[in-house]
T-cell receptor, first 113, second 109 residues
Framework: DADVTQTPRNRITKTGKRIMLECSQT?????MYWYRQDPGLGLRLIYY???????NKGEISDGYSVSRQAQAKFSLSLESAIPNQTALYFC????????????FGPGTRLLVL | GQSLEQPSEVTAVEGAIVQINCTYQ??????LSWYQQHDGGAPTFLSY????GLEETGRFSSFLSRSDSYGYLLLQELQMKDSASYFC??????????FGGGTRVLVKP
């Protein structure tokens, strides 16, 4: 079984809809991250969490929110989806002191029409 | 904030050596990480340098010079399966990474 899982793997939605992307991990790591990747570009950090009570904004948090329901679960929500949020979304976990070694889920491909 | 520069694409033949350079600007630098991502796949961790010098892991090596704000990833004995994108990432205050735009490596027979 995969250590970091994401659901759904693919999602098509319409402008204005609220959607949630989910991430679960069995690695027992405290640190969890949400990234966005646009074609041909690197990963940009949306939100990150060091435990269930510690949520932090990344460089592109506008239009997104997160929930850390448990150590193993970290969800990303788009409150009102817009077309420029079409991207590949990755969840990652880490137990390294500076977050330098991260383990990524398989990604969720999101299309907003 | 942080910024990283790496070449967008490199092409080489099987068996060759490729060096991917990464220069960065950041405050509170902790270290430089490298990740590999195959098309359609997730990034996977390759190496990490916190101190100056060369780290070797099989065919891949990574180098860091903190004084020059520079590092590189060296891919030796290139194989077709090494065709992928390679990202450098800096760790800084806040225990998070900032990624570069990635270097696409194309290995030809």
């Amino acid at each position: 079984d995969a250590d970091v899982t994401q659901t759904p793997r693919n999602r098509i939605t319409k402008t204005g809809k609220r959607i949630m992307l989910e991430c679960s991990q069995t690695k027992g790591h405290d640190r969890m991250y949400w990234y966005r990747q646009d074609p041909g570009l690197g990963l940009r950090l949306i939100y990150y969490s060091f435990d269930v009570k510690d949520i932090n904004k990344g460089e592109i948090s506008d239009g997104y929110s997160v929930s850390r329901q448990a150590q193993a679960k970290f969800s990303l929500s788009l409150e009102s989806a817009i077309p420029n949020q079409t991207a590949l979304y990755f969840c990652a976990t880490s137990d390294s002191p500076g977050g330098e070694t991260q383990y990524f889920g398989p990604g969720t491909r999101l299309l907003v029409l | 904030g942080q910024s990283l520069e790496q070449p967008s694409e490199v092409t080489a033949v099987e068996g060759a050596i490729v060096q991917i350079n990464c220069t960065y600007q950041t405050s509170g630098f902790y270290g430089l990480s490298w990740y590999q991502q195959h098309d359609g796949g997730a990034p996977t961790f390759l190496s990490y340098n916190a101190l100056d010098g060369l780290e070797e892991t099989g065919r891949f090596s990574s180098f860091l010079s903190r004084s020059d704000s520079y590092g590189y990833l060296l891919l030796q004995e290139l194989q077709m399966k090494d065709s992928a994108s390679y990202f450098c990432a800096v760790g800084a205050a806040g225990n998070k990474l900032t990624f570069g735009g990635g270097t696409r490596v194309l290995v030809k027979p």
